[in-house]
């Protein structure tokens, strides 16, 4: 039974960081690459950041790209993003998502939330000014 669990995220001022882990059990967690997605009220689910099985490769959307890093320690079935300099518009519900094929891309499964497979439960990061 495939099992996604996230932690971190929460409150903080505009200009802080935050940091949101996953760690992922039930399937063999170093063959699939990994990714974070995002969805603000009234809009819809996007990728924010995925890594590829190995971590050799990333993605960022341009949104977040100088601010966020992702990292994975498949010794350890886990995922982070590292949030730094965070703004209003970073408010939003984050989800850690499986990829859905065997050694995919990172920029494949950023393509879109429908390109993942199994999913974290949620945690919201709110920024306040």
């Known amino acids: 039974q495939v099992q996604v669990v996230q932690s971190g995220g929460g409150l903080v001022q505009a200009g802080g960081s935050l940091t949101l882990s996953c760690t992922a059990s039930g399937f063999t967690f170093d063959d699939y690459s990994m990714g974070w997605f995002r969805q603000a009220p009234g809009k819809e689910r996007e990728a924010v950041s995925c890594?590829?099985?190995?971590?050799?490769?990333?993605y960022y959307a341009d949104s977040v790209k100088g601010r966020f890093t992702i990292s994975r320690d498949n010794a350890k079935n886990t995922l982070h993003l590292q949030m730094n300099n965070l703004t209003l518009e970073d408010t939003a519900m984050y989800y850690c998502?499986?990829?859905?094929?065997?050694?995919?891309?990172?920029?494949?499964?950023?393509?879109?939330?429908?390109?993942?497979?199994?999913w974290g439960q949620g945690t919201q990061v709110t920024v306040s000014s």
């Open positions: 890594i590829n099985f190995s971590g050799s490769t990333t």
């Open positions: 998502a499986t990829g859905r094929f065997r050694y995919g891309s990172a920029e494949y499964l950023c393509g879109s939330h429908e390109r993942a497979n199994y």
